[in-house]
């Protein structure tokens, strides 16, 4: 079903709905046939289920009427190891449902372009990778987890997501350490990730922290950024948690491009994570060793504490140029406008960016700190856990960077909302019970 411009036919359109809603809201043509042709609508007022069968290899499309025509599922993707048997894409209620080789069902919000706020003021729930896993472990055996009060918060956490009343959305570091692991507990996890996600995505932080420093480099040289700086954090868009450049929040409402990743991203993020064999990891040994060499450095430095924050600070602004530069491009600006920059321009730029200014306040804090031993996974650690202190309502961290970020909370003047223990985050969502 992909769209095609000849004689006959013009630019095939989607007839959008809102997520878990059957109100269609209408054609969206980018412009007028010319005289003779026939623009086919894809659209809930004509199609009802969109099915791949990946275990009969074959598409099949249904109509509100009831009758169904079939394809052959291409043999590119019929020879494909896939944890996936079926895929539908119900376009009355806007959803993805897919179900594994073993019939568990996986049911997930489709993104649509159409503007309006999807989450619905429900609270958003960033949970590390542990906590994660202690929410699978609690139904696929519970009885490993010794603590009755854990196992509740699990429990409730995980009812609460299920029923659509708070949003846990995945994001890349999800991914990465799911890819770690094979066999039976990455398929209980990945179940359990999908399930409770329900295709929810956490922007990727490479992507945010463009966005904030373009937002706060153009603040500070009196310019307007432009919109794209001002994407949700938390989002259904298609490849969100990827740094990938798909942005198809700049695609066409008409483009058919875009209604295939609504229709498939779900899909996509659920092979990735129930892919039975683990993939292997790149860790950053480069930016460990730098920030190694700069925690020795300070150490050895007769400079009072507030000194050596300083110059952490200036560090973190010079080795992360390449977002910087990457934000003035997206300003339609050069290096050269923040060529020697005084340290107060540097505090006044992270200081205004929500996730930035947290992670840089927390490296700080760590090259100063004489316990600080830095590891591979701490770049993860810090980059995902500030970007969701920053934008989610609750997070739930391993627990060094989740004390670090609920102290530098109290710093803020802002009530903690970063926990390092499940039962903590249950109490403040008992009254969604």
Same mark, same amino acid.
């Given at each position: 079903?992909?769209?095609?411009?000849?004689?006959?036919?013009?630019?095939?359109?989607?007839?959008?709905?809102?997520?878990?809603?059957?109100?269609?809201?209408?054609?969206?043509?980018?412009?007028?046939?010319?005289?003779?042709?026939?623009? =086919?609508?894809?659209?809930?007022?004509?199609?009802?289920?969109?099915?791949?069968? !990946?275990?009969?290899?074959?598409?099949?499309?249904?109509?509100?009427?009831?009758?169904?025509?079939?394809?052959?599922?291409?043999?590119?993707?019929? /020879?494909?190891?896939?944890?996936?048997?079926?895929?539908?894409?119900?376009?009355?209620?806007?959803?993805?449902?897919?179900?594994?080789?073993?019939?568990?069902?996986?049911?997930?919000?489709?993104?649509?372009?159409?503007?309006?706020?999807?989450?619905?003021?429900?609270?958003?729930?960033?949970?590390?990778?542990? *906590?994660?896993?202690?929410?699978?472990?609690?139904?696929?055996? =519970?009885?490993?987890?010794?603590?009755?009060? &854990?196992?509740?918060?699990?429990?409730?956490?995980?009812?609460?997501?299920?029923?659509?009343?708070?949003?846990?959305? &995945?994001?890349?570091? *999800?991914?990465?350490?799911?890819? /770690?692991?094979?066999?039976?507990?990455?398929?209980?996890?990945?179940?359990?990730?999908?399930?409770?996600?329900?295709?929810?995505?956490?922007? *990727?932080? &490479?992507?945010?922290?463009?966005?904030?420093?373009?937002?706060?480099? /153009?603040?500070?040289?009196?310019?307007?950024?432009?919109?794209?700086?001002? &994407?949700?954090?938390?989002?259904?868009?298609?490849? @969100?948690?990827?740094?990938?450049?798909?942005?198809?929040?700049?695609?066409?409402?008409?483009? =058919?491009?875009?209604?295939?990743?609504?229709?498939? #991203?779900?899909?996509?993020?659920?092979?990735?994570?129930?892919?039975?064999?683990?993939?292997?990891?790149?860790?950053?040994?480069?930016?460990? @060793?730098?920030?190694?060499?700069?925690?020795?450095? $300070?150490?050895?430095?007769?400079?009072?504490?507030?000194?050596?924050?300083?110059?952490?600070?200036?560090?973190?602004?010079?080795?992360?140029?390449?977002?910087?530069?990457?934000?003035?491009?997206?300003?339609?600006?050069? =290096?050269? !406008? $923040?060529?020697?920059?005084?340290?107060?321009?540097?505090?006044?730029?992270?200081? #205004?960016?929500?996730?930035?200014?947290?992670?840089?306040?927390?490296?700080?804090?760590?090259?100063?700190?004489?316990?600080?031993?830095?590891?591979?996974?701490?770049?993860?650690? $810090?980059?995902?856990?500030?970007?969701?202190?920053?934008?989610?309502?609750?997070?739930?961290?391993?627990?060094?960077?989740?004390?670090?970020?609920?102290?530098?909370?109290?710093?803020?003047?802002?009530?903690?909302?970063?926990?390092?223990? $499940?039962?903590?985050? /249950?109490?403040?969502?008992? *009254?969604?019970?």
């Amino acid at each position: 079903m992909t769209a095609s411009t000849s004689a006959t036919t013009c630019a095939t359109t989607v007839r959008y709905t809102t997520m878990r809603d059957s109100t269609t809201r209408g054609h969206y043509l980018p412009q007028d046939c010319e005289v003779g042709m026939t623009r =086919p609508s894809l659209s809930s007022e004509w199609i009802r289920y969109f099915i791949v069968d !990946r275990s009969s290899g074959i598409v099949r499309v249904v109509l509100q009427d009831g009758s169904s025509s079939e394809l052959p599922l291409g043999e590119e993707f019929a /020879a494909l190891s896939s944890q996936i048997a079926t895929s539908v894409f119900d376009w009355d209620r806007w959803w993805i449902i897919n179900t594994t080789v073993r019939g568990h069902v996986l049911v997930a919000e489709a993104y649509s372009p159409i503007t309006e706020d999807p989450i619905r003021g429900r609270p958003i729930v960033y949970l590390d990778q542990n *906590h994660w896993s202690t929410i699978a472990t609690a139904f696929a055996a =519970p009885e490993r987890i010794r603590s009755e009060s &854990l196992r509740a918060a699990a429990r409730l956490i995980a009812r609460l997501a299920h029923d659509g009343k708070i949003i846990t959305p &995945l994001s890349a570091a *999800h991914l990465r350490e799911t890819g /770690a692991l094979s066999g039976e507990r990455r398929y209980e996890l990945g179940v359990a990730m999908a399930s409770l996600a329900g295709g929810w995505q956490f922007r *990727h932080p &490479l992507e945010i922290w463009r966005n904030e420093l373009a937002q706060s480099i /153009a603040k500070y040289l009196g310019i307007q950024a432009p919109i794209e700086t001002s &994407l949700p954090v938390v989002t259904l868009e298609p490849n @969100a948690l990827l740094d990938d450049n798909t942005n198809a929040h700049a695609m066409d409402i008409d483009d =058919p491009r875009l209604f295939l990743l609504a229709m498939t #991203s779900p899909s996509a993020t659920l092979e990735l994570l129930l892919e039975p064999k683990a993939m292997d990891r790149i860790e950053p040994e480069g930016w460990v @060793a730098r920030q190694r060499d700069l925690s020795s450095a $300070l150490a050895q430095s007769p400079k009072n504490n507030q000194v050596k924050k300083q110059n952490a600070l200036v560090f973190t602004w010079i080795d992360n140029l390449q977002p910087i530069n990457e934000a003035l491009q997206a300003l339609d600006e050069t =290096p050269e !406008r $923040l060529a020697g920059i005084s340290i107060g321009a540097i505090r006044e730029i992270l200081g #205004s960016t929500p996730m930035v200014n947290r992670f840089s306040r927390l490296m700080a804090q760590r090259h100063i700190s004489a316990t600080t031993r830095w590891k591979p996974n701490d770049l993860t650690d $810090l980059m995902f856990l500030s970007a969701a202190a920053a934008y989610a309502d609750y997070v739930v961290a391993e627990k060094q960077t989740g004390t670090e970020l609920a102290q530098l909370e109290v710093a803020l003047g802002q009530q903690p909302t970063t926990f390092n223990r $499940l039962e903590l985050l /249950a109490d403040q969502l008992e *009254h969604l019970r």
